[in-house]
């Protein structure tokens, strides 16, 4: 089994504990009146008693993360390792290098605001800007893709609020940069081939916003160095989905 397994395991545990001696001391000290050696005697039991409890299903939850392991380690080496190495890619975990392409958005010079026909918000780079970009370098067979040099994955997310970009934690300011590793040509084409970036290009043409396309020989992209984990969100008990 994983050492890293065990290791949530075991604090799972020692938190599990924790909050039992929290509990039992929250009550000892919640009122003046309640301190007295009949009350301790019935906290210390009961809580004991629960400590029991969480140690047996501990223990249960530990033997099936066992059998889990053990059934890992057979299948494992059974895989295809080629197939192994591209998962690992594609999720982030290994760095990569290879040619592809690189694209730059900008927001339009302020000079555009003479035009009475445009406004203030047009001359920002918005986050559906950046999505058409990405979902067309994937489409068109990325391989790997950074944008601001992050690692970008399947459980990536960005957000823009005016005209920065939020990214795992940081905030980048424009010119935004993707860069994805693949086939320059076909590349290329998935992003012609974008309703979203013709439209962006319309105002690439009309009030200058930043649209810059290069290809490279030697990209390098570090690993994904954030969190591994899915969150989902689960709908509170009682409520009625279909109202």
């Known amino acids: ?80 390792p080629a197939l192994r190495a ?34 203030p918000d047009d001359l920002v780079v918005h986050q559906q800007d950046v999505q058409h970009v990405i979902n067309a370098l994937w489409a068109g067979g990325a391989e790997a893709m950074t944008l601001q040099g992050e690692r970008v994955t399947s459980t990536s997310a960005f957000r823009c609020s005016g005209n920065i970009l939020l990214l795992h934690g940081k905030v980048f300011s424009p010119p935004y940069v993707i860069e994805a590793i693949g086939d320059p040509d076909q590349l290329q084409a998935a992003l012609d081939a974008s309703p979203g970036i013709g439209v962006y290009k319309q105002y690439v043409d009309w009030i200058g916003l930043g649209y810059d396309v290069q290809q490279h020989d030697g990209l390098e992209m570090p690993a994904y160095t954030g969190g591994e984990g899915l969150q989902h969100a689960t709908v509170p008990e009682g409520t009625d989905v279909f109202s």
């Open 86 to 119: 591209q998962e690992a890619v594609v999720s982030g975990a290994w760095p990569v290098a290879g040619g592809g392409l690189s694209v730059a958005l900008e927001d339009a010079p302020i000079s555009a605001l003479d035009n009475p026909q445009v406004r």
């Open 1 to 80: 089994m994983s050492p890293r397994i065990r290791s949530a395991i075991s604090v799972a545990g020692v938190l599990a504990l924790s909050g039992v001696l929290f509990t039992a001391s929250a009550q000892l000290a919640g009122d003046q009146d309640t301190r007295h050696r009949d009350d301790l005697a019935s906290v210390i039991a009961a809580e004991s008693a629960r400590v029991e409890e969480l140690s047996e299903q501990a223990n249960l939850l530990d033997d099936e993360v066992d059998q889990l392991g053990d059934a890992v380690d057979v299948d494992v080496p059974r895989r295809d």
